[in-house]
């Protein structure tokens, strides 16, 4: 009969269910033309490798092992998972083990000792003694699902976190490779064009001297050579501020980098623009979006936590073991004690500040959701201007090398003129020099359609794990 309140209570507890709202993740809106834009390209989490080059990968495998942003994202990440496996831990049953031993006295002037009319009763013994203590609060109200189901989606919000750090990671290292390639590319075609405005500064020297071009002339190209010749050092600053930024994002040292990526190779091409997919794919591809949507889930539960506080709590708890001060009738049943039965705490007087947490609570999760909605939002313009930004540079670029094929047509013709004899040498060197300038404005557009591109990838979220 003793069993029956127990078994009632079990009745209880599979009826009852977690106060406090269910989440439900809120509709996101896309523009209506959103599946209208983009290309066809397949979008790959491993996007870095549409550009085709082995040492950008080469130098993304090594942030992605040594980044310190990485690896403190990751630390999080694992410190969210302990917290849970606490949280979860809470919520069942708990069963400690205990023993001790010790060495005490009675007064004989106490309530024990004063009034019983016994003499010579020992005061001091050995007391022994092992049991255990078991306690399970009973989750009528969802108190503990409820703060279980926080402690889940923080862990999930950090996981995201750990995701969006490495596609910035990986974005920012494509970022100043390919700076660091246009740079070194920059660098040497600048050297090869300061030959040009040497040789102009000779011819007019040549011409001063013979009588057929003025002092002016000679003055002018000297300072044409001495203004150009001051842009190198520039270019040699970009080159080492490029290495500087992936030593960081790498940690491996700046000249171990520079000896690496010393050959700067073919430029790479710019990859096909990739397909937007909908804009549910949007949400599970952006990492700062699933951050902004498992925050919204944690401050959903955490309202269930502070309504179940209004709630009355029940706890089973119950304590059996031995207790003897001689140690030879330790385990014997005489000396088994226990103790075992229901705890119920109800708040009275504090009833206003649990109130009060409630309404800090939804107040928490209507931030959140406004917080999400402003990162759905955030998100689309994101995407929006990297689409824009992409069309743009990709205009300005063939525009610049339909510039440079001109320039290039008329080095050829002016080849060509001075065999006949039409034009000099001095011709000759203006257009190879005006080449090399329309070359390295080319290549200024080429780092703007692929770090627009390296945009256009990051605002998409990466692309969806394979």
């Known amino acids: 009969m003793k069993k029956i309140p127990y078994l009632v209570l079990a009745v209880i507890i599979s009826a009852c269910g977690a106060v406090g709202p269910d989440y439900l993740r809120p509709d996101s809106k896309a523009p209506r033309n959103y599946t209208d834009k983009g290309g066809s390209a397949i ?136 700076q660091l390639r246009i740079w070194q590319r920059r660098l040497l075609l600048g050297k090869e064009n300061l030959d040009n405005y040497l040789e102009l500064v000779r011819l007019a020297g040549l011409r001063a001297a013979a009588g057929e071009g003025t002092r002016l002339d000679l003055r002018r190209a000297e300072v044409n050579r001495d203004n150009f010749a001051a842009t190198l050092p520039g270019l040699e600053l970009g080159v080492r501020q490029s290495l500087a930024a992936l030593s960081v994002l790498t940690d491996r040292g700046i000249d171990d980098l520079g000896v690496k990526l010393s050959s700067p190779g073919p430029l790479f091409l710019v990859p096909s623009v990739p397909a937007l997919g909908l804009p549910s794919q949007l949400l599970r591809r952006r990492p700062d979006l699933r951050v902004a949507e498992r925050e919204l889930a944690a401050a959903s539960a955490d309202i269930g936590v502070s309504v179940a506080e209004l ?102 013709l002016t080849e060509k003129r001075l065999k006949g004899g039409e034009v000099s040498k001095v011709a000759l060197f203006e257009a190879r020099r005006n080449l090399a300038t329309q070359e390295d404005q080319t290549l200024q557009g080429e780092a703007r359609s692929l770090t627009a591109m390296v945009s256009l990838y990051k605002a998409l979220g990466g692309g969806l794990e394979e």
């Not at 999400?372 to 069309?391: F, G, M, Q």
């Not at 205009?395 to 510039?403: F, H, I, S």
Request: charge should be neutral.
């Open 311 to 412: 709630y009355p709590r029940f706890s089973l708890v119950g304590n059996a073991g031995w207790l003897s001060i001689h140690p030879g009738t330790l385990v014997n049943s005489a000396s088994l004690a226990w103790s075992a039965g229901p705890q119920l705490s109800l708040p009275l007087f504090n009833r206003g500040r649990l109130k009060n947490q409630v309404k800090a609570s939804e107040a928490a999760f209507d931030a959140a959701l406004a917080g999400y909605r402003k990162s759905w939002l955030t998100a689309v313009a994101d995407l929006e201007v990297a689409l824009s930004r992409v069309a743009e540079s990709e205009e300005k670029r063939e525009r610049l090398r339909k510039a440079e094929h001109a320039e290039r047509e008329v080095v050829v």
């Open 43 to 178: 979008l790959s989490s491993r996007w870095w490798e549409s550009f085709n080059d082995p040492d950008l990968d080469a130098v993304v495998a090594d942030a992605l092992r040594n980044s310190p942003d990485l690896l403190f994202a990751q630390a999080r990440l694992r410190q969210a998972r302990g917290m849970q496996g606490i949280q979860d831990a809470v919520g069942g049953p708990a069963v400690t083990l205990g023993s001790g031993l010790s060495q005490d006295k009675i007064s004989r002037n106490s309530e024990m000792l004063a009034n019983l009319p016994l003499k010579d009763v020992a005061t001091e013994f050995t007391n022994y003694q092992a049991g255990f203590d078991a306690s399970w609060e009973l989750d009528l109200f969802g108190h503990q699902k409820r703060l279980s189901q926080g402690a889940q989606a923080r862990v999930e919000a950090s996981a995201r976190r750990v995701e969006d750090a490495r596609l910035v990671l990986v974005a920012e290292v494509a970022r100043n490779y390919i």
